[in-house]
């Protein structure tokens, strides 16, 4: 097949004047360059696009594709993510991983714990705090834990973000509303084991791909996996491959996850994060339709290699799942 790449590299914000945290979801070229050898190696000829503006550019010039591999963040709004895939429908194009409708409802962590629970599926009791004077007191049980509704790699989270009393809990959301101009969202917070579980497939054909414990190291910040523990991960966060059919808390995250990826129709590929309440009963925090692909530093393929699946391999399953929409056709 002929496939175009959608990506947002780093280098290009930062060389236009973005910073650091701002542009901390986008890829690296390094990224670009595994993905794009994987490809070729699996017989496919590859074209580069780049993010979204690039690709209405090439749209309007004519060009086609039969498959688009999109990995795009987008810059603004809560919709970001949903933007390549919305444009590829417009045009008829089949693309990887989620639908627009799943990208924003799932980038909205309020909305996406919105369709977990109508599914019956466990999810620490929360609130949505939209400006200042709206925080009031919480009807949750402290400690809680507040993070920017919409946004990943830890961005917001700090261990500040661990709240104890009603004085705490104003004054974070008022700094967070301030320096991310979204809602914030309050739960209870969950004190046991962390995973993160990789699944592959779509609907009836996901399956559960491999799961890591996160055990945050000494010198990490204490009891969040925050913005700077993911940036310093190397040093900071040992990541642990967990089997179900060793530990049943393990078994029971990765169930919970393998229904939540279905309950949100993700597809072809993405990670479930889960964190165990005191009792040690696995709930669900958030939902990565478009997980990360650098082959050594982000989780999905680091979990791929740790049960024994390659990059490329992995790459194969994801080309795989969207295929069939194509044929199906």
């Known amino acids: 097949m002929r496939l175009g790449l959608t990506y947002d590299l780093r280098s290009e914000y930062l060389a236009a004047g973005y910073g650091e945290e701002e542009t901390a979801e986008f890829d690296r070229a390094d990224t670009i360059d595994a993905l794009e050898s994987s490809l070729r190696e699996l017989g496919h000829e590859t074209d580069r696009i780049g993010n979204v503006r690039q690709l209405v550019g090439r749209l309007a010039a004519g060009d086609r594709w039969d498959l688009v591999f999109n990995i795009c963040e987008g810059l603004r709004g809560s919709g970001r993510e949903a933007q390549v895939p919305a444009l590829l429908d417009a045009y008829e194009i089949p693309y990887t991983f989620a639908d627009p409708l ?40 402290f400690p809680l834990f507040i993070k920017p509704v919409a946004e990943g790699t830890g961005k917001g989270i700090t261990p500040d973000s661990k709240i104890e009393t009603p004085d705490e809990l104003a004054a974070g959301c008022r700094e967070l509303l301030a320096k991310f101009r979204q809602p914030v969202l309050v739960e209870e917070f969950l004190p046991g084991r962390e995973f993160t579980t990789g699944l592959i497939g779509t609907g009836d054909a996901a399956t559960v791909l491999g799961t890591f414990e996160i ?13 700077v523990n993911k ?15 060793s530990d049943p808390e393990v078994a029971a995250a990765e169930a919970l996850a393998l229904a939540a990826w279905r309950a949100l129709n993700g597809r072809d590929a993405g990670r479930i994060d889960i964190r165990s309440d005191a009792a040690g009963q696995p709930q669900f925090i958030e939902a990565n339709p478009l997980a990360g692909l650098h082959p050594q530093h982000s989780d999905l393929p680091m979990i791929a290699t740790a049960v024994g699946l390659t990059y490329t391999d992995l790459i194969r399953r994801i080309v795989d799942s969207a295929a069939r929409r194509v044929t199906s056709k």
Request: aromatic share 4%; glycine share 6%; net charge negative.
């Open 102 to 141: 799943v990208m924003s409802v799932c980038l909205h962590k309020g909305l996406t714990k919105t369709v977990i629970r109508e599914h019956g599926l466990a999810t620490p009791r929360s609130m949505l705090v939209e400006d200042a004077a709206s925080v009031g007191s919480a009807p949750l049980k």
């Open 215 to 227: 055990i945050l190291l000494a010198a990490a910040e204490p009891e969040v996996y925050s913005y």
């Open 231 to 245: 940036e310093r991960c190397e040093e900071l966060v040992e990541y642990r491959l967990v089997r179900g059919d």
